[in-house]
């Protein structure tokens, strides 16, 4: 049904998803979206998370662009992800540090 960005499992941590479906839970009355987070880099293992609607955040991946960020670990990012303003020389020298040191 499309591709979605899930807060899981803490806030700031977005993991790709596929949605599977949408309900109302009975015993809460909310809308509901189920959906499948699948492991990388084989895709075919996983597992499904329901969340609240607005708790699900919608993507503009498409599915082979999501499954092909998923095999590659991360690797093969979707054209709209390069080039991007928040990408710097200084976010570099941060990722190659450890913790301790930022």
Same mark, same amino acid.
């Given at each position: 049904?499309?591709?979605?960005?899930?807060?899981?499992?803490?806030?700031?941590?977005? $993991?790709?998803?596929?949605?599977?479906?949408?309900?109302?839970?009975?015993?809460?009355?909310?809308?509901?979206?189920?959906?499948?987070?699948?492991? *990388?880099?084989?895709?075919?293992?996983?597992?499904?998370?329901?969340? %609240?609607?607005?708790?699900?955040?919608?993507?503009?991946?498409?599915?082979?662009?999501?499954?092909?960020?998923?095999?590659?670990?991360? $690797?093969?990012?979707?054209? *709209?992800?390069?080039?991007?303003?928040?990408?710097?020389? %200084?976010?570099?020298?941060? $990722?190659?540090?450890?913790?301790?040191? $930022?």
């Amino acid at each position: 049904k499309g591709v979605a960005y899930v807060e899981y499992p803490s806030p700031g941590c977005r $993991l790709i998803g596929f949605i599977t479906g949408n309900f109302v839970d009975p015993q809460t009355g909310k809308g509901t979206t189920s959906i499948f987070i699948p492991t *990388s880099p084989n895709p075919m293992t996983g597992f499904v998370v329901l969340m %609240d609607d607005e708790k699900v955040f919608a993507s503009d991946m498409t599915l082979e662009e999501a499954g092909k960020m998923i095999l590659s670990a991360g $690797l093969v990012a979707p054209e *709209s992800f390069t080039g991007g303003s928040n990408h710097s020389e %200084d976010n570099d020298n941060k $990722l190659r540090k450890s913790p301790s040191e $930022l």
